[in-house]
């Protein structure tokens, strides 16, 4: 079973910034956080990962709580094209144990 | 560069009749897995590949399900008696190594429908 809560959906608008929450409340001290999202019709895709320091890439950044019970992907500008299912994920064991994930909409 | 490739990208069988799904991995990649999504479900874990150690086949749902890889790059899922239950995308991913550090990369799935 996943071990991350995230809500089941939010909606945004284009070109603002859009924060999705998780928490990860059991998560051991050597599990990564890793984040993908899933495209319509298409297979999962990496945004980032991270341990303990927030991240950074050219498609998001993440920001991990201190205490790493939470952590939040943020992307700063969304565009229509990230519309898409996304998944917060406590990486331990080598496979992605997937949950529901969280439905965006971008609203135009 | 090239990413991680499957084939074929659609696949209808009757029930009964066994199939084989193909992966290539990223070059380079030593860790290779299989999941699949069934349609409105969520994605699940199937079999999982590192190097020359032993493959982790838990995800497996039943001994119809085999999966091999060669020379420590393509694999092949095979299904064997298809059911209607399988019916769902099946998707490979690689990473470059196993391990929590390590992001996986998707490809884009191969849709199976059994009649």
């Known amino acids: 079973d996943a071990k991350t809560t995230q809500p089941n959906s939010m909606e945004s608008n284009e070109e603002e910034p859009v924060h999705l929450p998780c928490n990860h409340s059991t998560i051991s001290g050597t599990d990564y956080i890793h984040w993908y999202r899933q495209l319509p019709s298409q297979g999962p895709e990496y945004v980032i990962h991270g341990l303990t320091s927030n991240v950074n890439n050219r498609m998001a950044s993440l920001a991990i709580a201190e205490d790493r019970k939470s952590s939040t992907l943020i992307l700063h500008r969304a565009t229509l094209r990230d519309a898409a299912v996304y998944y917060c994920?406590?990486?331990?064991?080598?496979?992605?144990?997937f949950g529901q994930g969280t439905r965006l909409t971008i609203n135009p | 560069g090239a990413g991680v490739s499957q084939s074929p990208s659609n696949k209808v069988t009757e029930k009964g009749k066994d199939v084989e799904l193909r992966c290539d991995p990223i070059s380079g990649h030593t860790a290779l897995y299989w999941y699949r999504q069934s349609l409105g479900q969520g994605l699940e874990f199937l079999i999982y590949?590192?190097?020359?150690?032993?493959?982790?086949k838990s995800g497996l749902p039943s001994d119809r399900f085999s999966a091999e890889r060669t020379g420590g790059s393509v694999s092949t899922l095979t299904i064997q008696r298809t059911q209607q239950e399988d019916s769902a995308v099946y998707l490979c991913a690689s990473s470059l190594r196993s391990g929590s550090f390590y992001e996986q990369y998707f490809g884009p799935g191969t849709r199976l429908t059994v009649t």
């Open positions: 994920i406590e990486l331990g064991a080598q496979k992605l144990v």
């Open positions: 590949f590192q190097g020359n150690s032993a493959p982790d």
